[in-house]
């Protein structure tokens, strides 16, 4: 049930009229689209990875969709990494279309990032936007510095000593939601992670855990990938 892989923008990319934060989410050769201000399902969801982006998955024929990432501070564009693979596919948020691929190790420079890891992109509680990439029982930290991103001194890490009563591995994937609306009394600034039939809330000023729930429990109306 857990996607192979989620990102978030701020802006509509595959819905005219809508405003807002979309979550994106991936599974196998679908994609769907969920409206975070009104915490649903978009209508007409999931639709075929070819359809909404096309070219996409045909960048490398039989291998699987391993992650996404979107870094605002890069611009439009979000990253897509595939098992296995040492280039990861640039696809052009405005124009619709791919832009490429460009060398992993020369976006996330770092031993973790050189072989298949789960990327996210967060805000820390002080606003600075960073990568994480989490591999097996590591992860590791990048700044976004002048458009580059930098990995921090003394990472990798173990996840169990910095994620407690969170993570112990790596999990299937992973996305950062700056929710609205939902309370005034306590962080809205979250980090999921996606494993198998589970996702666990992180919330990320305080860094530490909220719950783990089954996603169907806690996704009311989650796509019915095929």
């Not at 992650?67 to 098992?83: D, I, S």
Request: proline letters at 8%.
């Amino acid at each position: 049930m857990a996607p192979d892989a989620a990102f978030c923008v701020q802006a509509p990319r595959h819905d005219p009229g809508r405003t807002g934060a979309t979550l994106y989410f991936f599974r196998r050769n679908e994609f769907a689209c969920w409206d975070v201000a009104g915490e649903a399902l978009l209508p007409g969801y999931p639709r075929a990875i070819a359809q909404g982006f096309p070219g996409l998955l045909e960048a490398f024929p039989g291998k699987a969709l391993r992650g996404a990432l979107h870094v605002p501070e890069w611009g439009a564009k979000a990253y897509f990494f595939f098992e296995g693979e040492r280039d990861a596919v640039v696809w052009d948020l405005d124009q619709g279309a791919t832009n490429g691929t460009v060398d992993v190790a020369g976006l996330l420079p770092g031993r973790l990032a050189a072989g298949d890891f789960t990327p996210a992109y967060a805000q820390l509680a002080d606003g600075r936007g960073v990568v994480y990439a989490f591999s097996g029982r590591e992860y590791t930290r990048f700044a976004i510095e002048g458009g580059v991103a930098r990995e921090e001194p003394g990472f990798p890490r173990p996840i169990d000593a910095d994620w407690k009563d969170g993570l112990v591995l790596a999990p299937r994937a992973a996305v950062y939601v700056d929710w609205p609306s939902r309370s005034v009394a306590h962080s809205n600034r979250k980090l999921y992670f996606f494993m198998g039939d589970l996702y666990l809330r992180w919330d990320v000023p305080s860094h530490t855990r909220n719950y783990r729930l089954d996603i169907a429990s806690g996704w009311k109306g989650w796509p019915a990938f095929a």
